[in-house]
């Protein structure tokens, strides 16, 4: 076997990509978007009729200009998801607007009216994660939408205190940042980080020790990852979603694959509870430079996505 299969033995394999045959190849268990990956697919002619449908069943709404953008990329977003559903067995992740990172009424409106979206196509709730960002206002509104069984990806997370508020708020899965907590060390050092060593990899690597030896039941999903050596030293975690560049590079290697992480050991950690309340997070959060940073930046770059695949529609209206 493929290192990508030996992987799916421990490992629930999902793809990070909106491009639809990349998914079918590599026959992941989930999917995950994010305003990024949309906007890349969207620009694709392969998608463009897509677009152009979304487009075309609200041009002539009565509604005002940027109302109207955001209801086509709601239509667009939940579009994508019911494609990928059709090829993958498991969930599709569909992100609810970065620009209401810090406003939890609003953060839980925009999810309820996907969730809704994805009714109305005939998805149920149950096969849809609405990503949301791990701000204090973000786990709020997660811990509404779960009562609700709405079930959701805290994304943009990169510290041990958004993953126990995320446990803490029942969330169904959350999404440690690997990738971008590299960068980070990486850009402050000029050290390069291979597999354990790796800062992004030792972050994962806390939080599901936590999460397994306290018993929290939401999922760990490994995120962002830039190399394999990343992917293959988190080997056992619950999922990790992994680009189709990465994926191709796995299938093609026949090298072996340990399980890194196991639940067992996890509970052999020395990790120590953390008694966490909203000034307790703020302050952790606070004291981790590169978790600020990152989370801060993500927010900022996923509404710079936003707003072109705003630009994009736009050009479609005329």
Known sequence: MNQLEQL??????????????????????????????????????????????????FRHSNIPRSQLLREIVDDLLTAFGEKILEIVPGRVSTEVDARLSFD?????????KIIALYEKR??????????????W????????????????????????????????????LISPFVGRIYDWF??????????????????VRTIYNYYKKFGCKTEVMGASFRNTSQILALAGCDLLTISPEL?????????????????????????????LDEKTFRWMLNEDAMAGD????????????????EALI???LG
Do not use: W
């Open 137 to 172: 206002e973000g786990i709020r509104a997660a811990e509404t939408l779960q009562k609700e069984s709405i079930n959701c990806n805290l994304t943009l997370l990169f510290s041990l205190p958004q993953a126990i508020a995320g446990a803490e708020a029942n969330a169904r």
């Open 314 to 316: 736009e050009k479609k």
């Open 8 to 57: 799916k033995k421990f490992t629930a394999v999902v793809a990070d990509t909106g491009d639809f045959e990349n998914i079918r190849q590599y026959a992941p268990q989930d999917a995950t978007t994010n305003p990024s990956l949309i906007y890349k697919a969207a620009s694709d002619k392969e998608y463009t009729p897509l677009l152009d449908k979304s487009v075309a069943d």
């Open 247 to 275: 994926m191709q590079a796995l299938s093609e290697s026949d090298a072996p694959v340990e399980r890194c992480l196991s639940e067992d050991e996890a509970k052999k950690s020395h990790a120590e509870k953390i008694r």
């Open 294 to 309: 990152k989370l801060s930046e993500g927010i900022r770059k996923f509404t710079e996505d936003i707003h072109k695949l």
């Open 104 to 112: 939890t009424p609003a953060t839980i409106e925009k999810a309820r």
């Open 186 to 203: 990486k850009a402050k050092t000029g050290k390069e980080y291979h597999g354990a060593e790796d800062p992004g990899v030792q972050s």
């Open 122 to 135: 005939g998805v149920p709730r149950e096969r849809v994660l609405i990503k949301i960002a791990s701000t």
